[in-house]
């Protein structure tokens, strides 16, 4: 029997199977790349997360320490301190029995409107209470009401 012309005279031989298993490997490749990149992308997402969630509640309890532990000679000062230190205590509470429904933009939010507190705390420890205390003169008071009531006797 003759063979026809037209056709190949294939080796089976290494560089055949060298070739398929290098092909299998470059398919095989290829999938895996086009899983493992979106999933390592979003498991990315997923951290950088979690990690703005943990500073977000690090730096709450942080600026919230500086006012549970301030220490001043004068006493408005501690009392506006303490005053700041029990507002944030239910917000560190809702923070933490929450912050796994808080979206990545709530973080941000929460982020950018704590960076102002700690300044109340500088204010605070420098110039001392925003309050202060006004002395009244009881003595013109007492004597425009001993006049009144002269003129009432």
Do not use: C
Request: charged share 25%; no cysteine; aromatic share 14%.
């Amino acid at each position: 029997m003759e063979k026809p012309v037209h056709s190949a005279n294939f080796k089976k031989d290494y560089i055949a199977y060298s070739a398929i298993v290098i092909f299998f490997l470059i398919i095989s490749f290829e999938l895996f790349m086009a899983i493992f990149i979106p999933a390592h992308l979003q498991m990315e997402g997923v951290w950088s997360e979690e990690v703005a969630r943990q500073e977000m509640i690090n730096n709450f309890d942080y600026t919230r320490n500086g006012f549970l532990h301030f220490n001043s000679k004068e006493e408005y000062a501690e009392g506006e301190a303490k005053i700041i230190a029990d507002s944030l205590t239910p917000l560190a509470e809702y923070l933490r029995q929450y912050q796994y429904q808080i979206s990545f933009k709530e973080i941000k939010e929460i982020e950018k409107t704590m960076t102002g507190i700690p300044k109340f705390l500088n204010h605070l420890r420098k110039k001392g209470a925003y309050s202060t205390d006004t002395k009244l003169k009881a003595e013109k008071f007492i004597e425009t009401l001993k006049k009144e009531m002269a003129k009432t006797n």
